[in-house]
Nanobody, 126 residues
Framework: QVQLVESGGGSVQAGGSLSVFCRASGLTSSDYAMGWFRQAPGKEREVVAGINWNANSISYADSVKGRFTISRETTARNTVSLRMNNLKPEDTATYYC????????WGRGVNGMDYWGKGTLVTVSS
């Protein structure tokens, strides 16, 4: 049984930093692309950042480029981290870890994901 378990998150003032982490278990391969989506109240889920299995390919949403950094543990490859700097109130959302069987599937967005975590809340106050 595949599980994606998020940790981290919390509350911070605008301009502050937070990190969120995701540990995957039960994946039959370490070749999955992994990363983060977020969903604010009343809005659709949107991609934030993704990283392929060997970290050779990374993508970010335009809204977080230069502020967020995604990384992946290099040996077991089952842990992904998202460092969020210079946070803004509009970054407030539930952040979901996701995994896709390939980088190509990651590029399909929400519909390309094979597994989801339950989410962790990030709140940025002004």
């Amino acid at each position: 049984q595949v599980q994606l378990v998020e940790s981290g998150g919390g509350s911070v003032q605008a301009g502050g930093s937070l990190s969120v982490f995701c540990r995957a278990s039960g994946l039959t391969s370490s070749d999955y692309a992994m990363g983060w989506f977020r969903q604010a109240p009343g809005k659709e889920r949107e991609v934030v950042a993704g990283i392929n299995w060997n970290a050779n390919s990374i993508s970010y949403a335009d809204s977080v480029k230069g502020r967020f950094t995604i990384s992946r543990e290099t040996t077991a490859r089952n842990t992904v981290s998202l460092r969020m700097n210079n946070l803004k109130p509009e970054d407030t959302a539930t952040y979901y870890c996701a995994a896709a069987r390939s980088w190509g599937k990651w590029g399909r967005g929400v519909n390309g994901m094979d597994y989801w975590g339950k989410g962790t809340l990030v709140t940025v106050s002004s």
